[in-house]
Each structure stands twice: as C-alpha cells, then as structure tokens.
C-alpha cells in the first residue's frame, strides 16, 4: 500500500481553525451534557480546516501554533450517528471533541525489556511498568527512510475482527546511520550506578563489560568521561579524548566497584558537571546514565533531580540516555528522568542486549538527527467514531502546542523508528479519507523547524490484520500483548494463546530473533498467567 508525504504549511487558514475551534467547543460542551445524562458523549464534528489541504480532504489539519489550552490526545467514545452504542472495552474511551491526538516522540523500549526478564524469572511484571509504546518500538519496521535529517512519514491500517475496529499504524523514519557519511564526534560522560545493589550479577559486571566494547568501537576523535555513584558522586575520569588514550579508559572501567548506598541525584547533578566541563562545540554532547535505578539516598525525585540540572540541559543541548540494569528496577525514576531529560531509556539483562545497546545501535543511541520531534493525527469526523492512542500516556501534549518551540518534543537519532498505533472505530458504511498524520521537529544544528506529513483513506485499510504486511503484524501482536498484560481493553486482543500462535508464525515467516524472543515472552506469559 502507499502512503502520500505532502509539506505542511502551518498558520494559513487561522480564521477556519477559529471556527473549527468554536464548533469543537460547543461539541465538547454537547458531550458532557451527553455524559452527565447517558454516561457517553456524542461523536461528531466540522469539516472546516486550518489549512488548504485539509479543505480538499474535508478533515481537521494539525492545529496551528496559538497559546489557549489544546484537546486531549486520547481520542474518545461516540455514539454512531443512528445512536447505537457498541459493548466493547473501548467504550471506556473518553469522548474526543476536536480528533486532534498530538505526543513527543518517544522512541524508550526499556518496558518491553525489563518485562521479558521479569517473565523469565517466572513473575508476571507490575502493569504499572507495561508501556505499550515501548512494546511496539522494540521491532524492526518496513518504513521508507529519508534521504537528509528528519522524517518519512507512512500512514496504514488494518481492520480487526472487532465490528468497525481498526488499528492504525502511524510510522515515523529517521535516515540510517550510514546515508549522510560520517558522524559528528561523541562526547559521552558516563554516568555509573556502584552502589550495593550493584554486585549482583548482571548488573556492575554487565556494565562494565558494555563499557569495554563501547570504547573499542568509538572513533579515536570521541571523547569519554566517568562518573561513578553510591552514597556520593565521583568524577574518575575526565573528558578524555580516546585517540592514544583507550588504555586510560579501560583501566578506569575495570576499577569499578560496588560501595554502599544509591544517590542517583549526586550522580546525575555530577555527570551534568562533567558534561558541562568538558563540552565540545561541534559534537553530541550527551550524558549515559546505567543504573538500575533504586535511589535511596539524597534526591529521589526525577523533577527536583533534572531542576539541578536544568541550565545544563538548556544552556547546552546536553541529552540524557538511561540504561537500565537489574532484575529489580526503579523504573519509573529512569523513565521520568530520560523522557524528560531529552532522552531515551534502553534496558539489558544480558551480553546479548548489551551488544545490541552499546554496539550495534551506537550511532542512534548518541548521535542527533532531530530535536523536540512532536506528531499530530487529525482524524476525520465523518468517517471515525472513536479513536484511541496505544501507550505514549506520559508523553501527551496540547494539540495547540503541536508548534509552540518552547514546549519538550523527542529527541530521535540515525536508524530509529517510531511507531504510535491507534484502535479506530469507522462510522458504519464510511467510506473517504480517515486521517493525516503529521509531524515537526527541529534540525538538531540550526533548529530550524521541519515538517511532514502523510495520508489514509478508509479504501486503504487491509480487510484483516492476517492481509497486512508482516510487520504491521508483529506491532499488532506486541501491542495486544502488552494491553494484556496491563488491563485487556483493545478491541480485537484475541487473548495470549492466539497472540503465541501468531507470533510463532511471524517469527518462523521473518526469520527474525526478535520476533522469536517476542513469541518466547508470550509463551512464558501463559505459563505464568
């Protein structure tokens, strides 16, 4: 199936989106009369625009830059325009009055590996950890790459076997690691956990194993810095060029051991320090926490810790990568401390994810390709009842700040994906365009903002998931297994003994080990279930 990509022109059409906005308040307002009386709201909305475009597809553009509140991303419960009310889970969705569903990118994926060791230790893990999203961007996908810096914007769906639900798939490429020749230099200020919980295998020992091989793979122009924590925070190496120098750095990394208590604050107000001291103009500067992030000891909360930090962050572009370690892991600090640190989080449990980290995505894992990349789907009220946003809950942002520079966006690098998928519910018989997706960011140099977007029609939906491509799939089945294992809501999970049948297929179909490990995590779900 293809998809289009059109530039987007934002700010034309202002007096439209006025009205487009008057007439969603008013069918914000008729819905929670509707909810006061009925419990539901009533879907509907205007075919007026902000821009050109959406005047010739009849469905809401991105919202233009304006200060004034925004929708909320999730999209919401309707009625059907006869009145009928569906029973599925998805009913639990709020209503929705502007379609309009805006996030940051988020391209984490430390949930879906912390939660397959969890389930190979024979626990299931909390659903307080269960991030879907994260689930989802842990597979390889079929996305055309760019040519240059930004996005590739691909738009497709599927329906399910749920009456009128669909699941669509917005997908967002960045170039590969390789298009554009060589990276700008490293330098990378490693931020290392040696507290006690720290001795047990796979945790301080794992570490500094990935430390080793990183440093053998870095170019002789990257720079290295070590900072070490337990009780206090300690720079053991400053930033040292690794031309002639990697035998410094080794020996510094094979010194490591564990001490006492976890003051991951000192250590991340410390490694900023370091960063900060050792900037290079001309280079990513980014800070590599490892950790499996039990503070007790010091600052414990992730706002007051990246408060400390703030002239760092904004002064000089500083970004934060959490590696998480552990079979027990403070996740929720590490994933609060990446997300808004301008970061990512990845987790290890093993030699083998640590290559995958440390090595086999290290240009996308500390190099730059966009800054504060934000995405916007506008759904089409004549043809979509409902919708719903997978994951991405602590990633929501206004609709109206879809523009808006000052507000936190992600930050993406060569050779990453980012996938949201969406629960659609079409209008009986409907049948026209479905929705547009957007997306904006800024060069990671000059900060100049970008935009692209992509199109769906309802034509364009495969009549099953079993129609669609092979990994369109695979995010299906990783998206249904991880609403299992948090609340079982989506319309069309087929349950975890389905989910085992089809990704044993996909896996054999794909050839793929992550695909395989995926259907390994399904089956030990079941057997702990």
Same mark, same amino acid.
């Given at each position: 199936?293809?998809?289009?990509?059109?530039?987007?022109?934002?700010?034309?059409?202002?007096?439209?989106?006025?009205?487009?906005?008057?007439?969603?308040?008013?069918?914000?307002?008729?819905?929670?009369?509707?909810?006061?009386?009925?419990?539901?709201?009533?879907?509907?909305?205007?075919?007026?625009?902000?821009?050109?475009?959406?005047?010739?597809?009849?469905?809401?553009?991105?919202?233009?830059?304006?200060?004034?509140?925004?929708?909320?991303?999730?999209?919401?419960?309707?009625?059907?325009?006869?009145?009928?009310?569906?029973?599925?889970?998805?009913?639990?969705?709020?209503?929705?009055?502007?379609?309009?569903?805006? #996030?940051?990118?988020?391209?984490?994926?430390?949930?879906?590996?912390?939660?397959?060791?969890?389930?190979?230790?024979?626990?299931?893990?909390?659903?307080?950890?269960?991030?879907?999203?994260?689930?989802?961007?842990?597979?390889?996908?079929? @996305?055309?790459?760019?040519?240059?810096?930004?996005?590739?914007?691909?738009?497709?769906?599927?329906?399910?076997?749920?009456?009128?639900?669909?699941?669509?798939?917005?997908?967002?490429?960045?170039?590969?690691?390789?298009?554009?020749?060589?990276?700008?230099?490293?330098?990378?200020?490693?931020?290392?956990?040696?507290?006690?919980?720290?001795?047990?295998?796979?945790?301080?020992?794992?570490?500094? +194993?990935?430390?080793?091989?990183?440093?053998?793979?870095?170019?002789?122009?990257?720079?290295?810095?070590?900072?070490?924590?337990?009780?206090?925070?300690?720079?053991?190496?400053?930033?040292?060029?690794?031309?002639?120098?990697?035998?410094?750095?080794?020996?510094?990394?094979?010194?490591?051991?564990?001490?006492?208590?976890?003051?991951?604050?000192?250590?991340?107000?410390?490694?900023?320090?370091?960063?900060?001291?050792?900037?290079? +103009?001309?280079?990513?500067?980014?800070?590599?926490? =490892?950790?499996?992030?039990?503070?007790?000891?010091?600052?414990?909360?992730?706002?007051?810790?990246?408060?400390?930090?703030?002239?760092?962050?904004?002064?000089?572009?500083?970004?934060?990568?959490?590696?998480?370690?552990?079979?027990? @892991?403070?996740?929720?600090?590490?994933?609060?401390?990446?997300?808004?640190?301008?970061?990512?989080?990845?987790?290890?449990?093993?030699?083998?994810?640590?290559?995958?980290?440390?090595?086999?995505?290290?240009?996308?894992?500390?190099?730059?390709?966009?800054?504060?990349?934000?995405?916007?789907?506008?759904?089409?009220?004549?043809?979509?009842?409902?919708?719903?946003?997978?994951?991405?809950?602590?990633?929501?942002?206004?609709?109206?700040?879809?523009?808006?520079?000052?507000?936190?966006?992600?930050? =993406?690098?060569?050779?990453?994906?980012?996938?949201?998928? @969406?629960?659609?519910?079409?209008?009986?018989?409907?049948?026209?365009?479905?929705?547009?997706?957007?997306?904006?960011?800024?060069?990671?140099?000059?900060?100049?903002?970008?935009?692209?977007?992509?199109?769906?029609?309802?034509?364009?939906?495969?009549?099953?998931?079993?129609?669609?491509?092979?990994? #369109?799939?695979?995010?299906?089945?990783?998206?249904? #297994?991880?609403?299992?294992?948090?609340?079982?809501?989506?319309?069309?999970?087929?349950?975890?003994?389905?989910?085992?049948?089809?990704?044993?297929?996909?896996?054999?179909?794909?050839?793929?080990?992550?695909?395989?490990?995926?259907?390994?995590?399904?089956?030990?779900?079941?057997?702990?279930?």
């Amino acid at each position: 199936m293809k998809t289009q990509t059109d530039r987007t022109r934002p700010g034309q059409g202002y007096a439209r989106h006025r009205t487009r906005r008057l007439r969603a308040t008013l069918l914000a307002l008729t819905a929670a009369g509707g909810l006061l009386l009925t419990g539901c709201g009533e879907g509907s909305g205007s075919n007026s625009s902000s821009s050109d475009a959406a005047n010739r597809t009849g469905f809401p553009a991105p919202a233009p830059a304006v200060t004034s509140g925004g929708g909320e991303q999730n999209g919401g419960q309707s009625a059907d325009q006869d009145g009928e009310r569906t029973s599925s889970p998805a009913d639990k969705i709020a209503p929705s009055p502007d379609y309009l569903s805006t #996030f940051a990118l988020d391209v984490d994926t430390a949930s879906y590996g912390y939660a397959r060791r969890v389930l190979a230790d024979g626990r299931l893990p909390d659903p307080s950890t269960i991030r879907p999203e994260e689930f989802v961007n842990s597979f390889r996908q079929d @996305y055309e790459r760019p040519d240059g810096n930004g996005f590739t914007v691909t738009v497709d769906g599927a329906r399910t076997d749920t009456s009128n639900w669909s699941l669509v798939r917005v997908g967002l490429a960045s170039r590969t690691a390789d298009s554009t020749g060589e990276r700008p230099p490293a330098a990378l200020t490693f931020v290392i956990d040696v507290s006690g919980s720290m001795s047990e295998t796979g945790r301080l020992d794992l570490a500094k +194993k990935s430390l080793d091989e990183m440093t053998d793979r870095l170019r002789d122009d990257d720079s290295v810095a070590l900072v070490t924590f337990s009780d206090e925070a300690e720079t053991v190496l400053p930033m040292t060029r690794l031309d002639g120098h990697r035998g410094e750095v080794h020996d510094a990394i094979d010194e490591l051991e564990t001490q006492s208590s976890t003051n991951l604050g000192a250590g991340v107000e410390t490694g900023y320090a370091t960063a900060t001291e050792g900037l290079r +103009k001309g280079a990513t500067n980014r800070v590599v926490l =490892i950790s499996d992030g039990l503070a007790n000891t010091g600052d414990t909360s992730a706002d007051s810790i990246l408060e400390r930090i703030a002239n760092e962050r904004r002064d000089h572009g500083i970004t934060l990568f959490g590696v998480g370690v552990g079979s027990d @892991y403070g996740d929720a600090l590490m994933e609060k401390l990446a997300d808004k640190g301008d970061g990512h989080t990845a987790y290890v449990s093993n030699d083998a994810d640590a290559r995958k980290v440390f090595v086999d995505q290290l240009p996308q894992n500390i190099d730059l390709t966009a800054r504060d990349a934000k995405a916007q789907v506008a759904f089409d009220p004549e043809t979509v009842a409902q919708f719903r946003l997978i994951g991405y809950e602590d990633r929501k942002v206004a609709d109206d700040d879809f523009r808006d520079g000052n507000v936190d966006g992600g930050e =993406i690098g060569p050779g990453h994906t980012v996938t949201a998928l @969406y629960a659609v519910r079409t209008r009986p018989g409907a049948d026209g365009h479905l929705a547009t997706a957007s997306v904006r960011w800024l060069d990671p140099d000059t900060r100049a903002p970008h935009e692209e977007s992509g199109q769906l029609e309802t034509a364009a939906l495969h009549g099953s998931l079993a129609d669609a491509s092979s990994r #369109f799939q695979v995010t299906a089945v990783a998206a249904y #297994f991880a609403d299992t294992l948090r609340s079982g809501e989506l319309p069309g999970n087929p349950g975890l003994a389905e989910l085992a049948t089809r990704a044993h297929a996909l896996a054999k179909k794909t050839e793929d080990k992550d695909v395989r490990q995926l259907a390994e995590a399904i089956d030990e779900a079941r057997r702990t279930n």
